[in-house]
T-cell receptor, first 112, second 116 residues
Framework: AQTVTQSQPEMSVQEAETVTLSCTYD???????LFWYKQPPSRQMILVIR??????QNATENRFSVNFQKAAKSFSLKISDSQLGDAAMYFC?????????FGQGTRLTINP | EPEVTQTPSHQVTQMGQEVILRCVPI?????FYWYRQILGQKVEFLVS????????KSEIFDDQFSVERPDGSNFTLKIRSTKLEDSAMYFC??????????????FGQGTRLTVV
């Protein structure tokens, strides 16, 4: 079975500061992908960043980057220069053989 | 930009009634999914669909649920006899490649189902 755990139900950060959201996972598969999705109040699911498990290099997308530690099964998301528009629920997700398995989510608040 | 479209955005139904949630996936996509999110909880996989048949389903997807691609464009989720606990946000998603592994799943905006 695949599991994804986000141990931080809520996080807050000052605008323009950096915040890191944690995610750990468990899978018996050797090949898989990891994703971070953002869910704003509109509740749409928006892909933020993805990481291929076979790649050692951490993925980056503008202000968003990940710290992927395969041996530790850890996949954290770092948001630099936080903006008010970053406020949302963030879900970590694991994709093995088809479906996405999501974590419980972390609600991120940006303080102006 | 192509997008996954879901209708209706909000559906209120009486307990025991049948509902059909509709989705129009991105046109060249081959894999289709339904997920659900009970308010305040995580997103859960319901079912995946490929080549006109279910390829995987979760324990949640019991005999009350069915999926169909009736006309080559729409992808529907039917709940035969709704229960209060079916109240949730239902997301449709689709992905492009035959080798769907790791391919980005594009999500619709969701249908909020309220069972009263």
């Amino acid at each position: 079975a695949q599991t994804v755990t986000q141990s931080q139900p809520e996080m807050s950060v000052q605008e323009a500061e950096t915040v890191t959201l944690s995610c750990t996972y468990d899978t018996s598969e050797s090949d898989y992908y990891l994703f971070w999705y953002k869910q704003p109040p509109s509740r749409q699911m928006i892909l933020v960043i993805r990481q291929e498990a076979y790649k050692q290099q951490n993925a980056t997308e503008n202000r968003f980057s990940v710290n992927f530690q395969k041996a530790a099964k850890s996949f954290s998301l770092k948001i630099s220069d936080s903006q008010l528009g970053d406020a949302a629920m963030y879900f970590c997700a694991l994709q093995g053989a088809q479906k996405l398995v999501f974590g419980q989510g972390t609600r991120l608040t940006i303080n102006p | 930009e192509p997008e996954v479209t879901q209708t209706p955005s909000h559906q209120v139904t009486q307990m025991g009634q049948e509902v059909i949630l509709r989705c129009v996936p991105i046109s060249n996509h081959l894999y289709f999914y339904w997920y659900r999110q009970i308010l305040g909880q995580k997103v859960e996989f319901l079912v995946s669909f490929y080549n006109n048949e279910i390829s995987e389903k979760s324990e949640i997807f019991d005999d009350q649920f069915s999926v169909e691609r009736p006309d080559g464009s729409n992808f529907t989720l039917k709940i035969r006899s709704t229960k209060l606990e079916d109240s949730a946000m239902y997301f449709c998603a689709s992905s492009e490649e035959v080798s769907f592994f790791g391919t980005e799943a594009f999500f619709g905006q969701g249908t909020r189902l309220t069972v009263v």
